[in-house]
T-cell receptor, first 117, second 114 residues
Framework: DAGVIQSPRHEVTEMGQEVTLRCKPISGHNSLFWYRQTMMRGLELLIYFNNNVPIDDSGMPEDRFSAKMPNASFSTLKIQPSEPRDSAVYFC???????????????FGQGTRLTVV | AQSVTQPDIHITVSEGASLELRCNYSYGATPYLFWYVQSPGQGLQLLLKYFSGDTLVQGIKGFEAEFKRSQSSFNLRKPSVLWSDAAEYFCAVGARTSYDKVIFGPGTSLSVIP
């Protein structure tokens, strides 16, 4: 298996532009997570899907952020409009069916490094 | 709500030396605890996890961690560090009541001197 695939690996955009980050989870996994990593705040959970349904989006910082999972093999995280403070590394992780984190491991993608200038 | 701290932002050790990375958590009950490692430009890889039972947990790459309830700690150890162990290490805590939400600590950056 190729693992969790994120694209693009790097994104540089101007303030005010729309940014879309993409994630392809591992086949057969039914949970998907979006994390944001910054020096100041570390790894923050933004949103979590289970069976394509958003379960917990309390970590989404503002209405400018939105996430979708139209099917089991694809998810997007969109920022519109983007701001310099959104600059971070965004990770996607997926997890196979099981009893939450108890018996299963989450697998992380390599991340998308976003720079908003 | 649970939280986790890692007091050491950066640690440097010599290859072959022993290593201990500190992790303290805050949670009202016994949490789920994890250690992840992140190599440069890579995603996070699970090293080990604790849910219950034996408080000394063995992980991959020769790492182990010990859960100490009295100290609210889950320190990561390795008896002899390799140059290839240089990476960012994250401690994470999960709440048993809401097991899907796992909170990560700020991370400890490990440098290894050959």
């Amino acid at each position: 298996d190729a693992g969790v695939i994120q694209s693009p690996r790097h994104e540089v955009t101007e303030m005010g532009q729309e940014v879309t980050l993409r994630c392809k989870p591992i086949s057969g996994h039914n949970s998907l997570f979006w994390y944001r990593q910054t020096m100041m705040r570390g790894l923050e959970l933004l949103i979590y899907f289970n069976n394509n349904v958003p379960i917990d989006d309390s970590g989404m910082p503002e209405d400018r952020f939105s996430a979708k999972m139209p099917n089991a093999s694809f998810s997007t995280l969109k920022i519109q409009p983007s701001e310099p403070r959104d600059s971070a590394v965004y990770f996607c992780a997926s997890r196979p069916p099981g009893q939450g984190w108890r018996n299963t491991e989450a697998f992380f993608g390599q991340g998308t490094r976003l720079t908003v200038v | 709500a649970q939280s986790v701290t890692q007091p050491d932002i950066h640690i440097t050790v010599s290859e072959g030396a022993s290593l201990e990375l500190r992790c303290n958590y805050s949670y009202g009950a016994t949490p789920y605890l994890f250690w992840y490692v992140q190599s440069p430009g890579q995603g996070l890889q699970l090293l080990l996890k604790y849910f219950s039972g034996d408080t000394l947990v063995q992980g991959i790459k020769g790492f182990e961690a010990e859960f100490k309830r009295s100290q609210s700690s889950f320190n990561l150890r390795k008896p002899s560090v390799l140059w290839s162990d240089a990476a960012e290490y994250f401690c994470a805590v999960g709440a048993r009541t809401s097991y899907d939400k796992v909170i990560f600590g700020p991370g400890t950056s490990l440098s290894v001197i050959p």
